[in-house]
């Protein structure tokens, strides 16, 4: 079973928009597939998407036998802010001691909420997604909190410990604002003890998941995280 988390900085995107991607990672992971409608910012900001996503993987270990999946084969998944809300849902079942997450796939993730970082520089007009488009979900997503003191529900890769968290592959882009996020928190991740892999395609932007199969570049990393993923479900 695979709880997937869709991107759109926590401001758009739904079942409808996402559909594609999640049937993608039916096909890529031979898994059942639960794909989250979040509540959306800036009309409910967070932790609003959190507690949805934290409810709806409960709520699929919950409800295993019925959906004909193994309740210890599951993992979560998600781009952008949706691989936020996975590393954010592995971090909170670590914690509640359940439901054991075997694997956390994310895809050009924000963790960090750290703009100083050089890829935010480096990529600050990038197409896709660029700065101010980084600034501005944000904004919209966290409302007035103050981003001196953020919790590692907002912000997973500050949270104090992160021993225990489930394996993890983090793709990342070369011309994404985000590319030095993702990676960061792989290295902490690793600090930490916890395998990961991590993919940078070089030569792609932010959500290169929805040009697979229009751009070999994109098409093959892609592949690549499926395969990650699918490895993980189904081990040998």
């Known amino acids: 079973m695979v709880v997937y988390i869709h991107g759109g900085g926590w401001v758009v995107g739904d079942l409808d928009t996402y559909d594609g ?37 409960r709520w699929v270990a919950a ?31 670590r914690d509640a001691g359940g439901p054991p997450i075997l694997f956390q796939l994310l895809w050009y993730p924000s963790t ?7 890829s935010f520089t480096e990529n600050a007009h990038a197409p896709i997604l660029d700065i101010d ?14 981003l001196t003191d953020m919790p590692a529900t907002l912000a997973p890769a500050r ?28 290295g902490l991740l690793v600090a930490a003890g916890v395998p990961v892999e991590l993919h940078n395609a070089e030569s792609l932007v932010h959500g290169y998941v929805a040009y697979e199969g229009a751009v070999p570049a994109a098409t093959e990393a892609v592949g690549r995280g499926m395969n990650a993923l699918r490895d993980a479900l189904h081990p040998a």
């Open 159 to 186: 949270a104090e410990n992160l021993a225990g968290l489930p394996p993890a592959y983090i793709a990342v882009a070369g011309h994404d604002p985000l590319r030095d996020d993702g990676a960061r928190y792989a």
């Open 112 to 118: 960090t909420f750290d703009t100083s970082l050089p």
């Open 21 to 57: 991607i999640a049937r993608r990672h039916v096909v890529g992971t031979g898994a059942v597939v639960v794909s989250v409608d979040y509540r959306l910012a800036p009309e409910h900001p967070y932790p609003a998407a959190v507690e949805d996503a934290w409810a709806a993987t």
């Open 63 to 93: 409800h295993a036998g019925e959906l004909g999946v193994d309740a210890d084969r599951l993992a979560v998944a998600g781009d952008s802010a949706g691989g936020n809300l996975a590393a954010v849902v592995s971090l909170l079942a």
């Open 133 to 146: 488009g980084c600034k501005g979900c944000t904004r919209w997503y966290i409302g007035d909190m103050d």
